[in-house]
Nanobody, 127 residues
Framework: VQLVESGGGSVQAGGSLRLSCAVF????????MGWFRQAPGKEREGITL???????TYADSVKGRFTISQDNTKTILYLQMNSLKPEDTAMYYC??????????????????????WGHGTQVTVSS
């Protein structure tokens, strides 16, 4: 399984970016997909996920500003980021989980429930 992120970059506060994650090698489409981020000196933070049926969950820090989506084949995951803030600066990671949905819901947006990870794409937001 390989996850490859792209679309990161530098933007001014209030701007937008769209991240993409190309998904290779997942044997079936029942995986839960998520986006995480990690700023220097901080723990990895789950910001959004999408279940196999399309159910989405968002962290309070990004709710109303970020949107997760997939293409129809579920081979590309997107993260549309609007109204970006300097505190959104971080390395952004795409991840996939084959854990049961109930297990994911018990630890929503927790990195421990995701098995596969990309290498990340950097997002920098300047004030």
């Amino acid at each position: 399984v390989q996850l490859v992120e792209s679309g990161g970059g530098s933007v001014q506060a209030g701007g937008s970016l769209r991240l993409s994650c190309a998904v290779f090698g997942l044997a079936h489409s029942s995986y839960c997909m998520g986006w995480f981020r990690q700023a220097p000196g901080k723990e990895r933070e789950g910001i959004t996920l999408i279940g196999a049926t399309g159910t989405t969950t968002y962290a309070d820090s990004v709710k109303g500003r970020f949107t997760i989506s997939q293409d129809n084949t579920k081979t590309i995951l997107y993260l549309q980021m609007n109204s970006l803030k300097p505190e959104d600066t971080a390395m952004y990671y795409c991840a996939a989980s084959d854990a049961p949905w109930q297990a994911i819901q018990e630890l929503p947006l927790h990195p421990a429930t995701f098995r596969y990870w990309g290498h990340g794409t950097q997002v920098t937001v300047s004030s």
